[in-house]
């Protein structure tokens, strides 16, 4: 697609302020020509793994963790393995009820059905502001296929907005659901910093666990689900993603060079390791690539990332390769940065550029 196409063809999509929830809505049989991914990556959509390397992300039973020593160790070597080699792994027993998972899954579903006049009002690319609304980060930064899917981004923690600041719909559930994402948050902080050979609180006392940005993404049905995909292939921005999905799947993340199913765990939630954790362990833990198909099935996907960073708020802390990993064997790989530059350089390119590498020494 020529590029002004494109972007006469982006600004008038941003402007119904809508999303794609609004061009089904609308009633098309066929997909706008800016959603079509190119033909390469089609191709890898219909490869998966030869049936003898069937792989599963790695499942870890959190109560371990919070027994004896022997039990916590082996929760610790798990995680420490799965991040490892994944960057993936799902958790069950993670102190979250299945109520407030439901009830925080049912409020995103709101938010995206109301009425679209109310939505509007939360419309906006704005990262200064606590509570955004919008259909692909990328969809001006560069000339890519867009995305089939909507996001509603709220800046939860440290300081959560007021309560009417929240839409109204979903308000009280996110601000109980951010509460015990926070107590998750800092224990996989502490299991991660022992996994690391470091003392429990390392990552915590480094300001890891203290920030975190939630997003209510939401996959539409798609008309043409070959043409397109929910999310692009890329690596997240934060230190780890505490992430919440629904039972459509979709998620894929690659290991070996192929695409892995993440295949929705009842009462689970997925743990990835995102960049800022890959650069502070030097390359211990991976941040993995993962995408989202386009949604099929009849019904909307709909999935809450948790993204533990400050993201764009202002975070003068400066991150590198921490010191006690670091040896003559072992020196940093990355270069000092302050997790605001970090997310500058994330959101200037497409989400599927990783921006890790711009900081490699
Ligand atoms: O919706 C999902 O399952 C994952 C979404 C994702 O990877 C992201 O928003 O960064
Ligand atoms: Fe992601």
């Given at each position: 697609m020529?590029?002004?196409d494109r972007s006469s063809q982006a600004k008038a999509f941003d402007e119904t302020k809508t999303g794609v929830k609004g061009l089904v809505a609308s009633g098309i049989k066929e997909i706008p020509a800016m959603?079509?991914?190119?033909p390469d990556t089609l191709t890898s959509l219909k490869?998966?793994?030869?049936?003898s390397q069937q792989l599963t992300i790695p499942t870890v039973d959190l109560k371990g963790g919070s027994m004896d020593l022997i039990s916590r160790r082996s929760v610790v070597e798990k995680i420490g393995d799965a991040?490892?080699?994944?960057?993936?792994?799902?958790?069950v027993n993670h102190g979250i009820s299945v109520e407030v998972m439901e009830r925080m899954k049912e409020g995103i579903r709101?938010?995206?059905e109301q009425d679209p006049e109310v939505k509007k009002r939360f419309y906006s690319r704005d990262h200064t502001r606590d509570v955004l609304y919008y259909s692909n980060i990328d969809l001006h930064t560069c000339n890519k296929a867009a995305n089939w899917r909507d996001t509603l981004a709220c800046y939860m923690a440290p300081d959560p907005p007021k309560l009417q600041d929240l839409p109204a719909v979903c308000g009280e559930i996110m601000m109980e659901y951010s509460k015990q994402l926070m107590t998750l948050g800092e224990f996989l902080f502490e299991l991660l910093s022992e996994a690391l050979g470091l003392n429990p609180n390392h990552l915590k006392d480094m300001g890891c666990a203290k920030s975190h940005i939630m997003f209510g993404q939401y996959y539409p049905p798609c008309p043409q689900?070959?043409?397109?995909?929910?999310?692009s292939k890329h690596t997240d921005f934060s230190f780890i993603t505490i992430l919440l999905q629904d039972n459509i799947g979709g998620l894929q993340v690659i290991h070996d060079q192929c695409w892995v199913d993440v295949s929705p765990v009842p009462g689970a939630l997925v743990i990835n390791i995102g960049d800022?954790?890959?650069l502070i362990s030097n390359d211990k833990f991976i941040s993995a690539e993962h995408r989202v198909i386009a949604n099929g099935s009849s019904e909307p996907r709909i999935s809450m990332p948790c993204f533990v960073s400050t993201f764009m708020k202002p975070n003068p802390r400066i991150y590198g390769p921490i010191k006690e990993l670091l040896s003559e064997q072992n020196p940093a790989k990355y270069r000092d940065l302050t997790i605001t530059e970090f997310s500058n350089t994330f959101r200037s390119q497409t989400i599927s550029h990783p921006a890790l590498h711009h900081f490699r020494i």
């Open positions: 020529e590029s002004s959603f079509h991914t190119p490869q998966t793994a030869p049936p991040a490892e080699r994944w960057g993936f792994f799902q958790v709101r938010f995206h689900p070959d043409l397109t995909l929910g999310i800022l954790l890959q």
